[in-house]
């Protein structure tokens, strides 16, 4: 079994940042695609940034501005998120995908806003 605790997120203004933090328990191997999704009132979920095997993908939205990093050692995944926009206003969901399963944490709020 595998939980997953969120932590980070919170009110900032436009072009400010943010960092959150995803602790992962169980047997997690960095092949094991480790990463954040964000959905929006009204929006279906979607992907912001995803890392397996030390290779990293991002939306194209975040592209420039956010930086995922993982830590096997500690099963940790980080987003440090720079210049946010009024858009990037959302549940940020940690994700972890383990032998064809699909675990999530249980979301932080990320609220950009003057």
């Known amino acids: 079994q595998v939980q997953l605790v969120e932590s980070g997120g919170g009110l900032v203004q436009p072009g400010g940042s943010l960092r959150l933090s995803c602790a992962a328990s169980?047997?997690?191997?960095?092949?094991?695609?480790m990463g954040w999704y964000r959905q929006a009132p009204g929006k279906e979920r979607e992907l912001v940034a995803l890392v397996t095997s030390g290779n990293a993908n991002y939306a194209e939205s975040v592209k420039g501005r956010f930086t995922i990093s993982r830590d096997n050692a500690k099963n940790t995944v980080t987003l440090q998120m720079n210049s946010l926009k009024p858009e990037d206003t959302a549940v940020y969901y940690c994700k972890l995908r383990r032998s064809a399963k699909d675990y999530w944490g249980q979301g932080t709020q990320v609220t950009v806003s003057s």
């Open positions: 169980g047997t997690i191997f960095n092949f094991n695609p």
